[in-house]
């Protein structure tokens, strides 16, 4: 099986069966639209502490859009935020990288199912499908963390 459409496959899978979909309680709320391909994102933050208790988000949009979602709920529930950030920075560079970045085992460990996007690096109207979730979590974590420095 070729790299390419094994990726495929964990992205469809994750697009069939997304993980921690739905709205639940959350200290911060975004909405979050990638106009050039219609994918949205409605997302909320739980954190409790520096831990991150949950991410929950409805959305619609491309396979991409959606199973990155499911992949970005994996990698950052239950994590101390810190650690959420550099798996997030680490995945921001892997998407930047048009395709030119080959990920290593050590890449893969922190990634894990989000190495499969890859191949999406390659084609730019595409990366923002991926990176939709991802910026939708960042956004909703800062306005938790502000929301609670004003309280
Ligand atoms: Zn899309």
Known sequence: MKLDSMYQE???????????????????????VNPTCGDEI????????????????????CSISQASASVMNELVV????????????VFLELMQSKGKLEPDDAMEEVLEDAVAFAGVSKYPARVKCALL??????????QALSERESA
């Open 10 to 32: 964990v992205i469809l899978d994750h697009y069939k069966h997304p993980h921690g979909r739905g709205l639940r309680d959350g200290d911060a709320e975004v909405h979050h």
């Open 42 to 61: 409605t997302l909320r933050v739980k954190l409790d502490g520096s831990k991150i208790v949950d991410v929950s988000y409805e959305g619609q949009g």
């Open 78 to 89: 239950g994590r101390e935020l810190d650690e959420a950030m550099k798996v997030q920075e």
């Open 133 to 142: 979730s991802w910026m939708a979590w960042k956004d909703a974590t800062a």
